[in-house]
């Protein structure tokens, strides 16, 4: 939460500096805070996460959307703010020819700022209690940066095009790197082993 409160102020201050730039677009990377659907559209659909039933989505979507929310997401209200109006945050790794136009969002439930395998090597092979649930998702923070590279093409056509797009866009960066702590702790690491890993 401290984390997330100074990132809050961070970014109140980066804006006053830039003057309340209008931005085209919203790029969003991380994990469950800010994921739309991404989880449930890579989960096997014979091992579905938590977050495809009730209660989830309960109070504004009225089903569930692969949201780790009753509701909305801080994404979903930056997006729908009067002077972006972007309203809905399709998952990128959702259904296909969803419009990214406005808004692409990689942000995966259960991600690490780490790669997996990095995790893997120091002895942190977390699984869900869950055994159907399997192990965290490996899409970290690495692979959705690699995914929206390998989608510019699509995403904004030609090199200045795309540089383009970028410069105008609001890129969320996080919040990623809570869970690569959880899992450490969650298979029982002592606070020496994780301040060594992370
Ligand atoms: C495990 O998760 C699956 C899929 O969400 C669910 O069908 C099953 O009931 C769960 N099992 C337990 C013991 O919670
Ligand atoms: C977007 O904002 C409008 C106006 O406040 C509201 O009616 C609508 O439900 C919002 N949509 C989402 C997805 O937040
Ligand atoms: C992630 O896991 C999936 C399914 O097991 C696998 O197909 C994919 O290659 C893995 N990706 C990475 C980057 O490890």
Known sequence: MIFFLSSLLHTTIVNSET???RF????????????TGNLLGLSDPNHLPHVAFSPYGETFFHHP??????????????GNVSNHGFPIVPPF???PNANFE????????EATALERSFLEERGIHFAYTN????????????????SFKDALPKLC???SDCRDMIKNALILMGEIGGNDYNYVF?????????????
Do not use: H, M, W
């Open 93 to 95: 790794y959702g259904p």
């Open 186 to 198: 969650f298979v029982g690491k002592t606070i020496e082993e994780v301040r060594d890993i992370n």
């Open 65 to 78: 959307t692969g949201r780790f929310s009753n509701g909305r997401l801080i994404i979903d209200f930056i």
């Open 19 to 21: 003057q309340c730039r």
């Open 131 to 146: 055994v159907s649930l399997g192990v965290y998702t490996n899409v970290s923070l690495g692979v959705q940066l690699k």
């Open 157 to 159: 056509g030609s090199p």
């Open 24 to 35: 085209k677009s919203i790029i969003s990377f991380g994990d469950s805070i800010a994921d």
């Open 102 to 109: 406005k808004v692409v969002n990689f942000a995966v439930g």
